[in-house]
Nanobody
Framework: VHWLVESGGGLVQAGGSLRISCAASGRTFSTYVVGWFRQTPGKEREFVASVNWNVGLTFYGDSMRNRFSISSDNAKNTVYLQMNSLKPEDTAVYYC??????????????????WGQGTQVTVSS
């Protein structure tokens, strides 16, 4: 049963912004690292960003560092990914993941054992 529920994907023009959300359904993110990954057909999942729910430590993929921002809302048990200055190459299915990786492994998809079903983000040129 998926307890990570993504929402907010859609179609946006290049240069625009979009915010996607990951809500924990029936559970809490406490003690978890929550990550965002993205995937396009034929490619491996690419690390986008992560946040340690308890201490707020964040990491970003190299190409997203200055454009994307990850944040968390304790009251809503939700993690957000704000994406600005979007490019066509950002088009992908974006997945939310939860796990307990050490800080030096947060970029590795294999370190997460809970995954959402994904939300499509399409950036038109």
């Amino acid at each position: 049963v998926h307890w990570l529920v993504e929402s907010g994907g859609g179609l946006v023009q290049a240069g625009g912004s979009l915010r996607i959300s990951c809500a924990a359904s029936g559970r809490t993110f406490s003690t978890y690292v929550v990550g965002w990954f993205r995937q396009t057909p034929g490619k491996e999942r690419e690390f986008v960003a992560s946040v340690n729910w308890n201490v707020g430590l964040t990491f970003y993929g190299d190409s997203m560092r200055n454009r994307f921002s990850i944040s968390s809302d304790n009251a809503k048990n939700t993690v957000y990914l704000q994406m600005n200055s979007l490019k066509p190459e950002d088009t992908a299915v974006y997945y939310c993941a939860a796990g307990r990786p050490p800080y030096f492994s947060v970029r590795h998809a294999s370190q997460y054992d809970n995954w959402g079903q994904g939300t499509q983000v399409t950036v038109s040129s």
